[in-house]
């Protein structure tokens, strides 16, 4: 006996599911809470998936005042690449976070011009210190912030100008690059005609890494409002915060933390702090 036979048909895979992807779109509008009436909105445009994550604007506006950010984080097979922007013009937080009634935050006077730009390459860090900060032991913190230098690749900058923060003129600028042969850092703040300079730069090897930090502080009186700002938010600090006086200073390190080698000089005259005095 014999048999034969065939068939034809054709099998369709079931396609793969569709990677989970959120967007996001919203406006709100209206006006301030605090007598002036100005209009307010916020706005939010955005999109996101387990690699790829943009937010292509985010912004809060009161009358002329506005702030607004975009961002381009993408998984790449060494991390995750950064790329984007932040402006703040004319802006002032407090019809966003009032503050308390006769509160120096409610007083202000705030106005910030501020601009970032970045394109970094995150690659995360090391699985001993991947806690954050505020979860490392004060000792820990020079490790953290080595360790986190070390994972980041690219560039960013940022400038403040013609800025108030409680009636205190700021303006600075940071700016930070970082390549496999190396990285350096140079920042400076400006509150009101003290200033405050860090320069840093780390080398392929530990022998090579440089940091300074100086600082020429000549009228503290004038960074009083600073200090009221600050203790509303940590009493303990308001004690210790100078209140006259000047003081400069200078200090330098070089290697690699644990074995850093350091040296400084620090000049004060007529300093006070709270009770203390020099």
């Known amino acids: 006996a014999a048999a034969s036979g065939g068939a034809v048909g054709s099998v369709t895979p079931t396609p793969a599911p569709s990677p989970l992807q959120a967007q996001v779109k919203a406006r709100l509008t ?150 496999p042969q190396g990285s350096t850092v140079d920042a400076q703040v400006d509150l009101a005609g003290n200033r405050l300079t860090a320069q840093g730069r780390r080398g392929a090897l530990a022998a090579a890494d440089q940091w300074r930090l100086q600082w020429q502080a000549s009228d503290l009186a004038t960074l009083a409002p600073l200090g009221r700002l600050a203790g509303e938010s940590w009493p303990a600090l308001a004690a210790y915060w100078p209140d006259a006086g000047a003081l400069s200073g200078e200090i330098s390190a070089s290697g690699r933390w644990p074995a850093w080698r350091t040296q400084g000089d620090v000049q004060a005259q007529g300093l006070r702090a709270g009770t203390l005095g020099l």
């Open 30 to 179: 209206g006006r301030t809470l605090d007598g002036s009436g100005l209009p307010v909105t916020l706005a939010l445009t955005a999109t996101g998936s387990a690699q790829h994550v943009q937010i292509s604007e985010a912004r809060a506006q009161a009358g002329d005042a506005s702030a607004q950010a975009t961002l381009d984080a993408r998984a790449e097979p060494a991390g995750w690449r950064l790329k984007g922007m932040g402006r703040l013009a004319q802006f002032d937080p407090r019809p966003w976070w009032r503050g308390t009634s006769a509160s120096a935050w409610r007083r202000g006077p705030h106005r910030l011009n501020a601009s970032l730009d970045l394109n970094l390459l995150w690659r995360g860090l090391a699985a001993p210190v991947a806690a954050a900060p505020a979860a490392a032991s004060e000792a820990d913190l020079p490790l953290w912030a080595e360790r986190a230098l070390a994972a980041l690749d690219g560039d960013a900058n940022a400038q403040i100008q013609d800025s108030l923060v409680a009636g205190v003129p700021v303006s600075g600028s940071l700016r930070l690059q970082r390549s």
